[in-house]
């Protein structure tokens, strides 16, 4: 189609509209309503334009294109019906830009300059509407200024996938409020402040602390899950006060979760580190970065000549730099230990060894609203992936046949083609009866050790959807990396994608999931599981905490209090690590330090630190190439992090080499199911990292509420416990008291017991048999 917006003329799609064009164009027509990544609702009128031959001015976001269509979107008719809009729009608007915390970021005060009277003709008392309280992340104090654009109406049904918001009431009496009672809940509700063109919603946690034009503006990445989210980060006085979505079509389009936006208040937590501290006499005393280093140097040379270099293991978060990774490895073999390990959540190694190349989604993120059938297998989608979800849940609307075989049946608000739920132990179970039903329609041989299984009504729809679709995805989540027989689940994964002809891939876990591998932080001796269940003298945790991120937290608590020396880099003071660490280095979070993070497609973001580091913290990477110079290692004398970065990946950002998801002898073996109650440990998304459990406002939301035991009615009945009845767990030597509910969303002969919690921390593994009786 042609047209012509104000004399220059343009080539559109049959179907665009006129704000398309002028998009295309670089024509600016103002709007309030209209949203590039939203459906068109036409209800503020602001974009009126003048098209030749029509009766009166159209919206330009609602009315399509024709071919020959002339546009005027500064006509005298134009201007004088936006002014009109503009005039009615004010009639109700308090004059409260003085106060307003979104002045001077807000469209309705910008294009009032523009389309404004200079005084209104209106004398009558404006409308109030009372604020509504919604949670701890979100503020409605001041709904007064909704100018009902019912841009958050439509994001909570299109893109978080529930209708948390909604508009009630009719003309001057119309309010957008939540279902009576409710707050607002979703992992995604946060970009709803950003999308609101008023200061109707506003950020709670960031009210009234900052105005627009103080805040310097910095680059960075987001350190928590594996999608690599691109981040503003809004400083004042050397204070990280705001985090906003940074737009990157291929990563994150223009959303970030609420974990990227509101976890920055942990960063100025008092219970950060601010200076070494060192055990003396049973206490930890704080004392000079020189004195600590030459502890540590010297203690470490001490356990290695007395109990040689198998006594030593070092454990890092997949949340760490690629850099910071890549020095702990370097540090731990120089010493002579292959024991170093970035996967503490971790219980089947058993394909270490045998990996093709560096496992990694298995195509580009931007790739996936082009599928024609996905399966996702072992994940909480909507909490341990939100903008992974949300992809999915755009293909899912489309014609996209998005399926889910897990442990647990929430809702991933993903309009699914099929779901299958099962017992952990069952789970390989049921991905190798999807195997046959693929190997079945093609009319090929069923792999040798799958003649037994039968396959379901459910497990036969995949396998259809999978086969049928001329591009398709299988994506292996948390549950799949953490189950016991993860070996066995990508290995059907593998098998299931050659039959169908998709690709298979993981999700990925953390920030760097795929980075450790790049890294090579990974073991040659003991793994992150052995390390602990064979317990060693010495010990090295970076950014780890091992009560809440190992998969036996229990058992790994039970070897670091034993060991002779365990040295703990992190940017936080508190919780367990007092009890059994011998030193404390303060290290720097994502905002006070460079580095790289290889989000779960392979792409290497490097970022740089946003303020100066809190205290005498420093970045790890700096701390790991002294404790280097210390032990007299060779190849520890980079003076900047993009010196390390370029020893991993030589041509610095891009995509890493060698990703493949590719398995060397791993047979086909379906494991042998259990007996007895299992326990299935979900990682709630604001337990998930140290920065998330120190958010005040994320620890107030529902998300973020104690864990409790889960079962189905059925099994609850079968224990003779009731709904609301105090249960305690047993779990190896640790137990825990915790509530039972009853959930049918958790298979039969199964108890949902959350990790990553304080409360939990005492029991052992995250699938493993579990004992569950009346307290």
């Known amino acids: 189609m042609e047209i012509e917006i104000d004399g220059k003329v343009a080539q559109v799609p049959d179907g665009s509209t006129i704000m398309d064009a002028a998009q295309q164009l670089g024509a600016y027509i103002p709007h309030f309503c209209y949203h590039k990544k939203l459906s068109i609702a036409a209800n503020c009128r602001m974009c009126l334009v003048q098209v030749e031959k029509a009766p009166k001015p159209l919206p330009a976001c609602a009315t399509p294109v024709t071919n020959g269509m002339k546009v005027f979107t500064h006509s005298e008719l134009a201007i004088k019906a936006q002014k009109g809009v503009m005039e009615f729009l004010l009639i109700n608007h308090p004059l409260d830009c003085p106060i307003c915390d979104q002045g001077g970021e807000c469209q309705l005060q910008d294009l009032a300059v523009g389309y404004g ?19 701890s992340l979100i503020s409605m104090q001041e709904m007064a200024r909704c100018i009902h654009c019912t841009r958050c109406v439509r994001f909570g049904q299109e893109i978080a996938g529930v209708m948390e918001l909604g508009m009630a009431s009719r003309n001057m009496h119309s309010e957008i409020m939540t279902f009576v009672g409710r707050s607002v809940d979703s992992e995604l509700s ?9 200061g109707a919603l506003t950020s709670k946690p960031f009210r009234y ?16 899950d594996s999608i690599g989210a691109n981040l503003t980060v809004q400083i004042k006085n050397n204070v990280v006060m705001r985090v906003l979505p940074r737009d990157n079509e291929e990563v994150n389009e223009c959303w970030i979760s609420d974990k990227d936006r509101f976890s920055y208040e942990a960063l100025n937590s008092p219970a950060r580190l601010g200076k070494p501290m060192v055990r003396v006499d049973g206490a930890l005393r704080e004392v000079e970065w020189s004195v600590a280093l030459d502890y540590v140097s010297h203690a470490l040379k001490d356990v290695v000549g007395s109990s040689g270099a198998d006594s030593l293991a070092s454990l890092a978060s997949p949340h760490a730099t690629l850099e910071e990774l890549y020095l702990l490895q370097k540090m731990t073999r120089a010493l002579g230990s292959g024991s170093i390990d970035f996967r503490p959540r971790r219980r089947d190694f058993s394909t270490d060894g045998k990996l093709a190349g560096v496992p990694w989604l298995g195509l580009r993120l931007s790739e996936i609203k082009d599928l024609d059938s996905a399966l996702v297998v072992g994940s909480f989608l909507r909490k341990d992936h939100p903008l992974f979800a949300q992809r999915l849940r755009q293909l899912g609307k489309k014609w996209g046949k998005v399926s889910l075989l897990s442990v647990g049946g929430d809702d991933p608000l993903i309009r699914l083609h099929a779901q299958l739920t099962v017992s952990p132990a069952d789970l390989p179970l049921a991905l190798a009866a999807v195997v046959k039903s693929a190997a ?10 799958l003649d037994s299984v039968e396959p379901c009504a459910s497990s036969q729809a995949i396998a259809k959807s999978l086969v049928e679709g001329e591009k398709s995805a299988i994506f292996l989540g948390n549950v799949a990396e953490q189950h016991p027989h993860a070996a066995q689940l990508h290995a059907l994964a593998l098998e299931l994608a050659r039959l169908t002809g998709a690709s298979c891939g993981f999700i990925g ?21 052995e390390m602990f269940e064979q317990p060693r003298k010495a010990y090295v945790l970076l950014g780890v905490e091992p009560d809440l991120d190992c998969h036996n937290p229990q058992q790994a608590v039970a070897a670091l209090k034993a060991a002779a020396l365990v040295v703990a880099l992190t940017p936080f003071s508190d919780g367990a690590v007092r009890e059994y660490a011998d030193v404390l280095l303060p290290i720097t979070p994502f905002s006070e330090t460079s580095g790289t993070f290889v989000n779960t497609e392979g792409r290497a973001q490097s970022f740089n630190g946003v303020v100066r580091p809190f205290g005498d913290a420093r970045p790890a990477w700096k701390v790991l190439r002294v404790l280097g110079n210390l032990l007299n290692l060779p190849g520890f004398d980079q003076a900047s992090s993009e010196q390390v970065r370029d020893e991993i990946i030589p041509s610095g950002e891009g995509f890493a080499g060698g990703l493949s998801n590719g398995l060397n002898g791993v047979p086909l073996a379906l494991p042998v199911t259990i007996g007895g109650l299992q326990r299935i440990a979900d990682v709630p998304i604001h337990f998930a990292d140290a920065l998330a459990r120190r958010a005040p406002a994320l620890q107030k939301t529902r998300d973020a509420a104690a864990p409790t035991a889960r079962l189905s009615a059925p099994t609850l009945a079968t224990l003779g416990v009731t709904d609301g009845a105090q249960v305690r767990l047993r779990q190896a030597n640790g137990e825990a008291v915790l509530t039972a509910r009853v959930d049918e969303s958790v298979p039969a002969g199964c108890v949902r017991v959350a990790a990553g919690h304080a409360s939990t921390a005492t029991l052992g593994e995250m699938f493993g048999a579990i004992n569950v009786e009346r307290a």
């Open 440 to 449: 079945q329609l093609r009319s090929e041989a069923v792999p040798a050790g």
């Open 190 to 198: 946060g970009n709803m402040i950003d999308l609101c063109p008023v």
């Open 509 to 529: 876990e953390a920030a760097n999931s795929v980075g450790g591998y790049v890294a090579k932080a990974l073991p040659t001796a003991l793994n992150a599981y």
């Open 117 to 135: 009277g200079s005084a209104s003709r209106f004398q009558e008392d404006k409308r109030v509407v009372f604020h509504k309280d919604v949670g």
């Open 209 to 224: 602390s900052a105005r627009s034009w103080e805040l310097s503006r910095r680059r960075s990445i987001s350190p928590h």
